[in-house]
């Protein structure tokens, strides 16, 4: 089972009691998954389709609970090679479906208007904070998706027009979180993209297990990235000093080879010497070999010292410096 549907598993099984929350999160499964047929005048079939039983269960025992409706339930295989069930719950016209979407705030009906449907997310299913996360679990368990923590952070949730989209993304920036849209053929996308931001969108829902698994997994990467990036400093630093040896062992064998290491002054006759015989050493290590001990910036500017005289003689000869 993948991340996400372990996720969504874990949701469907709250308990949700309060009216006004089991109002807000069928809404929000009725958006992401549902269907409404016109069946003649005034007349309305409503649908929702999924691969998920726990949502179809969900759905019927609210809508039996609060409408005393006993929709149809129907199952069906898939004909692709992945032959999962797909559930489908039906709310005929015959049985009022009118009144169940104007409870769930997506039909309205006026007499000078006639039937108008709502494309966005009516304000009086989220007046209050559990509301809204009834809503963003619905919402979640409908049509939205988390990947593998393990691989990337994203999370998102496929709405089927602008309107919908612009108030789910309003919706999850009540709480402080940054959610951004995007336009993917034909849908449009609400997604966050940054570890902390899906962790707390996970709390904000009661995905609880998951946020847990989650941030397991984000500290993990953390300690694995930390370290990565300090291998990797040392190996550049480790890389700057082999290339800073060859350098100056080149610079002192270039003096040795056209005048002689001899003419040189005697400290940088010294620390010249001590370079050829221990080229792998730190500049620190070679400054203590000396008598008396000179520190690492001692050592250093001799070494250049050294790298001016040798580039001094390239230049008189009509060579290249060295770099």
Known sequence: MSFSSKAKK???CIQV??????????SAIFKMTGSIEIKGKNRLAVKIVTENADIIRFAFK????LFNLAPVLMVRKKRKLKRSNIYILVLTPFMDSKKVLEALGILHESLQEGIHFHY???????????????????????????????KTYHLEFICHNREYSRDLSKLINSFGLKSKIVERKGYFVVYLKEGEQISNLLNIIGAHSA???MENIRVIKDVRNNINRLVNCETANMNKTIDASIRQINNINYIKDNIGLKKLSRPLQEIAELRLNYPDISLKELGEMLVPPISKSGVNHRLRKIEQIANKIRLMKGENKSV
């Open 10 to 12: 874990e949701l469907s």
């Open 17 to 26: 009691d309060d009216k006004c929350c089991q109002l807000a999160e069928l």
């Open 62 to 65: 609210v809508i039996k609970k």
């Open 120 to 150: 966005g997310i009516d304000e009086f299913l989220i007046q209050k904070d559990c509301c809204k996360r009834s809503y963003l679990r619905g919402a979640f368990l409908g049509g939205g998706s988390l990947s593998d923590p393990e």
């Open 211 to 213: 946020l847990l698994n």
